[in-house]
């Protein structure tokens, strides 16, 4: 039997030898690596997308073309001859009647919608500053039963929602088809410029789309988000060890291209008008990644920390509001109401001018109390002045004058006139 080569001694100085290489190799290249640039990361990021659309695209097209010879039988239901059926409107229609050339028709600026947006997300900061609905919601999602078990208790430590506004520019109109997919790829010269014998093709192609508008968002801002908690090892008995961990995640720069569509209700079906909105593929968004890992002797700033944080906050919003994935809005019904009708001022609006008109109900109510008990304190002072035997008493909102009689007031042929002077009675011949 042959004798081993090492000794139990030499054995073991390898073995560690070998742990602590491992170790060492760990921390430089896992913990202390060099991050690569945000623009090679961005790059990356987006030939990805890209491919990812395409693949989908290529999908779409596929499974058109295989379901394109069946067709579902419609049913045909009677219907009311009270309304009369309005012409069919399609997308050529439409762009006509509204004067809208999808090829030649300039990009808008949107000065306007960037003043409405900036009033709202201004407004919605001051509430926060107000209100810590806001902290208690991200609290409370922060902590909820998605939370892994070796993680402790989330504390939000900061929460900055920044200063500045998105700005949105260069806003077009596109027809795209019922997968939002844009109808100029079918057609080079595009949808507008096809003249002559290729009018029936343009018609064809604007034939079940719909109409989508795109537009450039940019926003360069710092809003931050700041945490702490701690890694807890559990094993092989509970809370082992404890690692306390902070991090401050901010967002610096977001550009891309916004696309909002709207989708016509469906009768039949019971669904409302639904908008959707979601981000191309080309978005850039950059972020600002600060960490603190340990209690005592702390390592700040690790590099594959904010790799991996960067990495699922752009898979998250990828998978939420990223082409092909959008985002679904049931939109309200705008038909006007009585019950949502604002502006009468007080209870009772029958279309009259109101006098609290330009005022709230609460303050419509006190000027109106007011005026009422000036009045009245007027109407005293002068009764009790003159000596009149007129009171005057207050029913509801309106003011009336009572003769007052005394017992042995039988006259019936004398009253008094208000305003009138002192003793002076008015006979009126019966």
């Not at 003043?115 to 709202?120: E, N, R, S, W």
Request: aromatic share 6%.
């Amino acid at each position: 039997m042959a004798e081993p080569s090492l000794s139990f001694t030499q054995g073991l100085v390898v073995g560690q030898l070998s742990v602590v290489l491992l170790i060492a190799a760990f921390i430089k290249f896992f913990i202390f690596g060099d991050a690569p640039s945000p623009e090679v990361t961005a790059s990356i990021r987006a030939t990805e997308r890209r491919s990812r659309t395409l693949a989908h695209r290529q999908s779409l097209l596929s499974l058109r073309t295989q379901n394109a010879g069946q067709t579902q039988p419609t049913q045909n239901k009677k219907k009311s001859t009270v309304l009369r059926n309005a012409p069919t409107l399609t997308i050529g229609s439409i762009l006509n009647k509204t004067y809208y050339n999808v090829d030649s028709h300039q990009p808008e600026s949107l000065d306007w919608f960037n003043v409405l947006v900036a009033q709202t997300i201004a407004q919605f900061r001051s509430d926060a500053q107000h209100d810590d609905a806001i902290l208690n919601s991200l609290t409370k999602a922060l902590n909820g039963d998605s939370r892994p078990d070796f993680l402790d208790e989330i504390k939000v430590t900061e929460l900055t929602l920044g200063e500045d506004f998105p700005i949105f520019s260069n806003c077009r109109i596109i027809p795209v088809d019922e997968d939002g997919l844009s109808l100029e790829n079918r057609n080079g010269n595009g949808i507008s410029g096809v003249h002559g014998g290729a009018a029936g093709v343009r018609a064809k192609l604007l034939e079940g789309s719909r109409l989508q508008a795109r537009m450039d968002v940019d926003l360069s801002d710092m809003i931050t988000l700041a945490i702490e908690t701690k890694l807890l090892l559990n094993y092989p008995k509970r809370l082992t060890a404890v690692l306390p961990v902070a991090l401050a995640v901010s967002v610096e720069r977001f550009s891309g291209t916004l696309s909002i569509s709207f989708i016509p209700s469906n009768p039949s079906q019971s669904t409302p008008t639904m908008m959707t909105f979601s981000f191309l593929d080309d978005y850039r968004l950059d972020f600002s990644i600060r960490s603190l890992v340990g209690s005592r002797s702390r390592l700040q700033d690790v590099p594959k920390i904010a790799q991996l944080i960067e990495a699922r906050l752009h898979r998250w919003f990828d998978e939420r509001a990223v082409e092909p994935r959008f985002q679904q809005i049931a939109l309200p019904s705008m038909w006007p109401r009585m019950k949502n009708t604002r502006g009468a001022g007080d209870e009772g609006f029958d279309g009259l001018a109101s006098p609290a008109l330009s005022v709230n109900k609460g303050k419509g109510r006190e000027i109106a109390n007011s005026d009422r008990e000036e009045t009245r304190m007027g109407i005293q002072a002068e009764s009790a002045s003159a000596g009149s035997s007129l009171r005057p008493e207050m029913n509801g909102d309106n003011l009336r004058y009572r003769r007052m009689r005394g017992r042995d007031d039988t006259r019936t042929d004398s009253f008094s006139m208000p305003g009138s002077l002192p003793d002076m009675d008015l006979n009126l011949q019966t």
